[in-house]
Every structure is written in C-alpha cells, then in structure tokens.
C-alpha cells in the first residue's frame, strides 16, 4: 500500500535536525509522497532544501496566520519566488478566530493574496480554518480559486458546510488527532465527506495520534512529545477502522484523490 501525507510540517525545528531519519523510516512506512508546508519565511529555505533532499516531499510555501507579524515588506515576491525555484504547492495559509490575542485584521489581506497566487499558477492550497468557516466560504466563493482544488487541512468545521465548500473544489483532510476518543464529532463529520473529495494527514510534528496507535513514540530535545509522519498509516487504519471500510480500498481512493490535487508536481 502507499499513503499519501497531504499535509505536514517536517521542517518543524522541533524535530533537532532528525529531518534525514524522519524521511528513512517514512519512505520504509510506505509513505509515497508527502506535503511539507511552510508556515513562514523564515521556514522557506528548509522547505526548499528538503524537497531537493527528497523526492518524496511535495514542497509548499506559505504564511501561516499564526506567524503574519514575522513578514518582511516584501514577502509576496519572496512567496514568488520561492514557487519559481521548485514545483511546489501554496500553504499553509488561513484564517484564525480561535487564538488568543491573534489580531484577525490583517488575516484576510494576506489570505487572498496567497490565493491569488495559488490560483494565478494554478497550484493546490492548503487552508487552515478555525472559527472562521463561514467567513472562509465566502472569500472562496467570491474570488478566484487553482481550478485543481484546495485542501481544508484538518478540517473541523460543520458537516452542514461540507457540500458548500465541495462545490467550490474542497478536499477534506482527516488528521489522526481525531482518532482521540473525545474527537467524536469531528470524526462523525467525516462520514459526511464525498468519497472524491477525502484526504489523509499526519501534520507532524502536531497532532498526536492517541497513544495506543501511536507506532513511532518521537520526543523533542526539551521532551515533549511529537508526532513522527511515519505514523501516517496508522492514521488511515484507524480511519479505515472508524469508516468500517478495508483500508486498502481507502488508501486507493486517497491515492486517487490526492493525485487529482496534488499530481504532476514532482522536484
Ligand atoms: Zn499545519
């Protein structure tokens, strides 16, 4: 089988430069591809030199809501040119109303400047979305989208909305985080999902999948726990499981899905 990550952070500082290791034991897993995303321009570079390490890592440049006060006055062009050095995807970007003490002003501005990008070339986006989905909705639907789609990365929001957004090109990424017990209605809301429009991440290093399926125990330097991406298929077995589907089927559905979006990007 081969999973697909469509959504992680493997530059993330956090992991003490293990990126090698992580890659090794990830490929081993049967990890075929995975989207490692920036979150700032300051993790640009790293995202830049892990695509040219490997293959198997789908780079993809953007500014995370949560890091906006990090941006140079000329970040835009920076994003640009980022995209004309390696084919690569753009994210993660987003909207955040649930952080505290995160100013929301400037969050729009920079969002649909990142997907007028992604839509300009024709690039998946990847979007992180809290408490904001009505908002979001509307910005998608009112301005220019990449005509191959766009990921709601670990999606969250009301499975009322879920059509609405499909119809504006969504796919609806499923972290193992929702594996949680607690996670109940988060995963209810994945039942909901078209079966075209369903993808699966680890977004390490976050997002810890519940201990007991947790198959590669990784801590930081300081010891907290992270989430190592070759756990990646532990995520779609428990999917799979709370599906009540076999998971080779979900994972060749995945496979079909992802390389809709994602496909034809290759460094
Ligand atoms: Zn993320």
């Not at 980022?82 to 952080?99: H, M, S, T, Y």
């Not at 690039?123 to 009505?134: E, F, N, R, T, Y």
């Not at 985080?177 to 977004?203: A, C, G, N, W």
């Amino acid at each position: 089988m081969k999973f697909y990550d469509a959504h992680n952070h493997l530059q993330d500082e956090r992991f003490g430069g293990r990126q090698a290791e992580l890659l090794a034991a990830s490929e081993k897993a049967g990890v075929a591809r995975m989207v490692v995303n920036g979150a700032c321009e300051g993790d640009w570079p790293e995202v830049l030199a892990l695509a040219r390490q490997s293959k198997i890592v789908l780079p993809s440049f953007g500014y995370h809501p949560w890091y906006l006060h990090e941006r140079t006055p000329d970040w835009l062009q920076n994003l640009n040119k980022f995209l004309d050095e390696v084919p690569g995807a753009v994210g993660e970007i987003g909207l955040d109303r649930w952080k505290p003490d995160l100013p929301y002003e400037p969050q729009e501005e920079v969002f649909l400047a990142q997907l007028g990008v992604a839509a300009e070339r024709n690039l998946p986006v990847s979007i992180h979305c809290l408490q904001a989905w009505g908002r979001l909705h509307e910005l998608l639907r009112d301005h220019p989208r990449p005509a191959r789609g766009l990921v709601l990365h670990s999606f969250g929001g009301p499975a009322e909305m879920i059509p609405a957004f499909a119809k504006l090109g969504a796919y609806f990424s499923f972290p193992g985080y929702f594996l949680h017990e607690r996670k109940i209605r988060q995963r209810e809301t994945f039942k909901q999902v078209p079966r075209d429009r369903l993808l699966i991440e680890t977004d390490a290093p976050d997002q810890l999948l519940p201990e007991d399926r947790n198959r590669f125990p990784l801590a930081s330097a300081d010891g907290k726990a992270l989430n190592h991406p070759a756990n990646l298929a532990a995520v779609y077995s428990g999917l799979a499981e709370f599906l009540g589907e076999k998971v080779e089927l979900l994972a060749a559905r995945v496979e079909e899905n992802f390389q809709r979006v994602f496909g034809g990007i290759a460094n």
